[in-house]
């Protein structure tokens, strides 16, 4: 099969796009699609890297940074002739979506939060052999990534920021998670480690559609969040059950404030 070129822009990125100097990312963050399609591996490692920059940038407030940064990385898969899935090259499978906290540690938010704060980082395995190349699985994980960590950076400052409106912040920040969860849901979740994110994207939106007044969309977003934590397999580590029990706890209380707006 011939590589492709992938489509993931939503409407709302053009937004993100008119704020952010394309430029001055490129030459910072050394995202030249030309450089970069002959050395897939140091293309995989880089994005994974800034991807966790763009975290840390985010766990710190610094919300301009991690959109230029993200928007870069987007603009990298963006242009990047992706392979069709291989025997021979990285399952998508492996890849670990964790979230991480303000000291670069891999956590979970406090019990009293009314969405998920923590930005995610993808890990893969710590040897990249020569055949990993970027494949359609691995560029559309990394995409609904780089979406959800934009979404969360609108959601933060619509509580935050209060030089901005905070609707539209919710309504940038819901695009975001929409279309985050459309691109991850075009793969295989049962075989991957996708469990939290799509915990977190779920339990985000609902909550923009409760602020939003969008209370039939809140409540189809959390049946969405309490179906995923009736199946996911649980494994026995404290991270683990410590994150199920957060969104546990997050949709029994999401479930009661949004039951309170309907009445």
Request: hydrophobic share 35%.
């Amino acid at each position: 099969s011939k590589p492709t070129r992938l489509k993931f822009f939503p409407p709302s990125f053009h937004s993100t796009q008119r704020n952010t100097n394309a430029t001055t990312t490129n030459k910072q963050h050394n995202t030249n699609p030309k450089h970069n399609h002959q050395h897939d591996t140091m293309q995989l490692s880089f994005i994974l890297s800034s991807l966790f920059e763009s975290s840390n940038y985010i766990s710190h407030g610094k919300f301009g940074e991690a959109s230029q940064r993200l928007v870069g990385i987007l603009r990298v898969l963006q242009t990047t002739r992706v392979q069709p899935d291989h025997h021979s090259s990285l399952p998508v499978n492996t890849l670990r979506f964790l979230p991480i906290s303000r000291e670069s540690r891999i956590g979970c938010p406090d019990w009293n939060e009314e969405f998920f704060r923590f930005p995610f980082a993808v890990l893969a395995p710590e040897t990249l052999g020569s055949s990993n190349m970027i494949t359609e699985p691995i560029a559309a994980a990394l995409a609904g990534v780089c979406f959800f960590l934009l979404g969360l950076c609108h959601h933060i400052n619509s509580s935050e920021n209060k030089r901005q409106c905070p609707e539209t912040s919710l309504r940038s920040a819901l695009s975001f998670y929409e279309h985050a969860w459309r691109t991850i849901s075009q793969l295989d979740t049962d075989q991957g480690g996708f469990d939290f994110l799509q915990m977190a994207i779920c339990t985000n939106t609902s909550n923009c559609c409760y602020r939003l007044g969008q209370i039939e969309a809140s409540n189809e977003w959390q049946a969405e969040l309490d179906e995923i934590l009736f199946n996911v397999p649980l494994k026995d580590d404290d991270l683990t059950l410590e994150l199920h029990d957060f969104f546990m706890m997050t949709s029994a209380c999401s479930t009661g404030f949004v039951a309170a707006g309907a009445a």
